[in-house]
Nanobody, 119 residues
Framework: QVQLQESGPGLVKPSQTLSLTCTVS??????????WSWVRQPPGKGLEWIGC???????YYSPSLKSETSISRDTSKNQFTLQLSSVTPEDTAVYFC???????????WGQGTQVTVSS
């Protein structure tokens, strides 16, 4: 059974870069059947897909966040990473990593990590 775990700082200052890592166990991120995603949920709002990376190292981003988002991976550690640049308080959210088995068909989630953007 695959497990995902987010890690990274819980507090980021405005204009800085938010960086989170998802460590995957029980399954390889190079498995061609899946896409490895980042999703967030701002306080009081619904889930927002940020982007994903596939087994071939192709990346896909939400159009609304594309200019400030970068997703990469380290296959030797079975991890993938989110970087969100020039953050503002509106980027405050619980950030999740998740596995997609199809278009927005999530079948595994990390527990989520709270990130607050504040000076």
């Amino acid at each position: 059974q695959v497990q995902l775990q987010e890690s990274g700082p819980g507090l980021v200052k405005p204009s800085q870069t938010l960086s989170l890592t998802c460590t995957v166990s029980g399954g390889s991120i190079t498995n061609g059947y899946y896409w490895w995603s980042w999703v967030r949920q701002p306080p009081g709002k619904g889930l927002e897909w940020i982007g994903c990376i596939d087994a071939s190292d192709n990346t896909y981003y939400s159009p609304s966040l594309k200019s400030e988002t970068s997703i990469s991976r380290d296959t030797s550690k079975n991890q993938f990473t989110l970087q969100l640049s020039s953050v503002t308080p509106e980027d405050t959210a619980v950030y999740f990593c998740a596995r997609m088995a199809g278009a927005f068909e999530y079948d595994s989630w990390g527990q989520g990590t709270q990130v607050t953007v504040s000076s």
